[in-house]
């Protein structure tokens, strides 16, 4: 792999297959993406969209990063 495709992997991922919007607006994440994010049935996401992109991040990641960014708050 040349350096510019691994520069481009680290800004714009890794694609991991592709998926469709059902009738219910649900979208099944690829199973080699699930196996490579350790996504389990049940886990839960919060939805963000950002210049047109949709974001998936999981409740663990987002509860790290307000934990993370709270530390340094002081509460009296």
């Known amino acids: ?3 510019n ?3 481009d ?6 694609f ?3 998926t469709s919007i059902g009738e219910r607006g649900q979208v099944v994440i690829p199973k080699e993406a699930r196996e490579r994010l350790n ?5 839960k996401f919060l939805v963000v969209g ?3 992109k949709l974001i998936l ?3 663990k990641e987002m509860k790290d ?6 530390k340094h708050f002081k509460i009296k």
């Open 57 to 59: 991040l999981s409740e």
């Open 50 to 52: 950002h210049y047109g």
């Open 65 to 70: 990063m307000v934990k993370n960014i709270t």
């Open 5 to 7: 495709k691994n520069k």
């Open 16 to 18: 991991l297959g592709t």
């Open 9 to 14: 992997k680290a800004i714009f991922g890794e």
């Open 39 to 43: 996504i389990k049935t049940g886990d």
């Open 1 to 3: 792999m040349s350096k």
